[in-house]
């Protein structure tokens, strides 16, 4: 193959990240690659740049500047490498980058003939959002006023914006994995988004009647009755709060039944953190553990891609809530492996899952009602075939990644190019 003498340059400080599959399809159609990120990256098919922080924040700085400042931090660190490679002669045709660090903001100064290509990941609302969708939490578990929270947290985010704001002014190009996402943004930037997710590979994310799971000496399979909770971190921003209130009548109610929850125990994760050093599972699952046959739940900590596609291809409810925040790639994962998901009646969610079509939609804050639909799925498995095998050709036919969102990624870059 003839190299291509277009060069792309990646911009991500924790590369792959987003851009794992498009960057190897752009190597293997000629383009010469090129990565710029903070944590190192190798890969011989395309040309590694990393840098280090060139200052640390600054002590008693003004709250609402603490973050401007650390993107700041970053982006002229990022700034001085990129200036670096310039010299030694790259002259990138197209900047890819997630500004959600600040390490893309000065590169159109560096090189103001490239075009820039902005990933759109969240745009943070202050009203009828994410900070705002759940007060009860925040007063009676976390001990905290909200509407002292409140009115600190949307200044801040009103803060954490103005980087974001001015990425996707200065950008050539934007794009977003979903429209939910998309129409966060102000309205005069939204317009130039193009909704193309990030993909799921289909091919690999499947269903298998084969799947297996060992817990605690008993092989489970897909006879027995699983239902399967997943998130980087078990924290209420992904619904765990509830699913451990739904827990103790999931368990009644279904007495051959067994929970596998995998996620980082120790991690907060998004929102708030939990009162006197807590972890959420010291929260939640402590103050409803003594009510459950706690021998049929098993918390899995952090597990391998492998395990978690195992446990998708092996599950017979996969349950997916979450404020209105990023869709996870999970839901699409599980989806994409047949699995039955009961999702929450929340924005992102409702552009993936039509209510007894491709999945179930409940209500987030309802545990009794996630309950009932855990039992009505387990006591009538075959009346939701159906349903299963819809989820994965909404996968196929919208998400997927060889046949849907690498050819509309190429087809976004090939026109940045021209």
Same mark, same amino acid.
């Given at each position: 193959?003839?190299?291509?003498?277009?060069?792309?340059?990646?911009?991500?400080?924790?590369?792959?990240?987003?851009?794992?599959?498009?960057?190897?399809?752009?190597?293997?159609?000629?383009?010469?690659?090129?990565?710029?990120?903070?944590?190192?990256?190798?890969?011989?098919?395309?040309?590694?740049?990393?840098?280090?922080?060139?200052?640390?924040?600054?002590?008693?700085?003004?709250?609402?500047?603490?973050?401007?400042?650390?993107?700041?931090?970053?982006?002229?660190?990022?700034?001085?490498?990129?200036?670096?490679?310039?010299?030694?002669?790259?002259?990138?045709?197209?900047?890819?980058?997630?500004?959600?660090?600040?390490?893309?903001?000065?590169?159109?100064?560096?090189?103001?003939?490239?075009?820039?290509?902005?990933?759109?990941?969240?745009?943070?609302?202050?009203?009828?959002?994410?900070?705002?969708?759940?007060?009860?939490?925040?007063?009676?578990?976390?001990?905290?006023?909200?509407?002292?929270?409140?009115?600190?947290?949307?200044?801040?985010?009103?803060?954490?914006?103005?980087?974001?704001?001015?990425?996707?002014?200065?950008?050539?190009?934007?794009?977003?994995?979903?429209?939910?996402?998309?129409?966060?943004?102000?309205?005069?930037?939204?317009?130039?988004?193009?909704?193309?997710?990030?993909?799921?590979?289909?091919?690999?994310?499947?269903?298998?009647?084969?799947? @297996?799971?060992?817990?605690?000496?008993? /092989?489970?399979? *897909? &006879?027995?009755?699983? %239902? #399967?909770?997943?998130?980087?971190?078990?924290?209420?921003?992904?619904?765990?709060?509830?699913?451990?209130?739904?827990?103790?009548?999931?368990?009644?109610?279904?007495?051959?039944?067994?929970?596998?929850?995998?996620?980082?125990?120790?991690?907060?994760?998004?929102?708030?953190?939990?009162?006197?050093?807590?972890?959420?599972?010291?929260?939640?699952?402590?103050?409803?553990?003594?009510?459950?046959?706690?021998?049929?739940?098993?918390?899995?900590?952090?597990?391998?891609?492998?395990?978690?596609?195992?446990?998708?291809?092996?599950?017979?409810?996969?349950?997916?809530?979450?404020?209105?925040?990023?869709?996870?790639?999970?839901?699409?994962?599980?989806?994409?492996?047949?699995?039955?998901?009961?999702?929450?009646? @929340?924005?992102?969610?409702?552009?993936? /899952?039509?209510? *007894? &079509?491709?999945?179930? %939609? #409940?209500?987030?804050?309802?545990?009794?009602?996630?309950?009932?639909?855990?039992?009505?799925?387990?006591?009538?498995?075959?009346?939701?075939?159906?349903?299963?095998?819809?989820?994965?050709?909404?996968?196929?036919?919208?998400?997927?990644?060889?046949?849907?969102?690498?050819?509309?990624?190429?087809?976004?870059?090939?026109?940045?190019?021209?």
């Amino acid at each position: 193959m003839i190299k291509n003498k277009q060069k792309i340059l990646f911009v991500h400080q924790n590369f792959p990240g987003q851009y794992k599959h498009i960057a190897k399809e752009l190597v293997n159609l000629g383009y010469d690659v090129h990565t710029l990120s903070i944590t190192k990256y190798t890969d011989n098919n395309m040309t590694n740049h990393h840098y280090s922080l060139s200052a640390n924040s600054t002590e008693n700085i003004n709250s609402w500047a603490i973050e401007f400042e650390s993107k700041m931090i970053r982006a002229g660190s990022a700034a001085r490498k990129a200036m670096k490679i310039k010299e030694e002669g790259l002259y990138p045709d197209l900047i890819i980058g997630h500004p959600g660090w600040g390490e893309t903001f000065f590169l159109k100064e560096v090189w103001p003939e490239s075009k820039i290509l902005t990933y759109v990941e969240f745009y943070y609302k202050t009203k009828n959002s994410d900070i705002d969708f759940d007060p009860k939490l925040l007063e009676d578990d976390l001990k905290r006023d909200f509407d002292q929270f409140y009115s600190y947290t949307k200044f801040k985010l009103a803060a954490r914006n103005a980087p974001f704001i001015s990425a996707y002014a200065t950008s050539d190009f934007l794009m977003s994995p979903t429209n939910y996402q998309k129409n966060l943004v102000p309205k005069n930037l939204s317009t130039n988004i193009e909704v193309i997710h990030d993909g799921i590979d289909t091919n690999i994310l499947k269903p298998n009647n084969d799947a @297996t799971f060992d817990f605690d000496g008993k /092989i489970l399979t *897909k &006879k027995d009755n699983i %239902i #399967t909770y997943v998130g980087r971190s078990l924290d209420p921003y992904r619904g765990f709060h509830i699913f451990m209130r739904a827990l103790p009548g999931i368990l009644e109610k279904n007495p051959n039944a067994y929970v596998l929850i995998a996620g980082n125990e120790s991690t907060h994760g998004y929102g708030s953190p939990p009162p006197n050093g807590k972890t959420f599972k010291d929260l939640f699952f402590s103050s409803i553990e003594n009510q459950i046959d706690a021998s049929r739940v098993k918390f899995l900590g952090h597990v391998e891609y492998k395990d978690f596609i195992n446990l998708m291809q092996l599950t017979t409810v996969h349950i997916y809530l979450t404020y209105p925040f990023v869709l996870s790639w999970s839901i699409l994962e599980a989806m994409s492996c047949g699995a039955l998901v009961i999702g929450s009646n @929340t924005a992102p969610v409702l552009e993936v /899952i039509e209510d *007894k &079509k491709n999945g179930l %939609i #409940t209500d987030f804050f309802d545990f009794n009602l996630l309950t009932d639909n855990v039992t009505k799925v387990l006591n009538n498995r075959d009346n939701y075939k159906n349903i299963c095998n819809n989820a994965r050709n909404t996968i196929i036919k919208k998400y997927d990644l060889k046949t849907v969102s690498l050819p509309a990624q190429l087809n976004l870059i090939k026109r940045a190019l021209k």
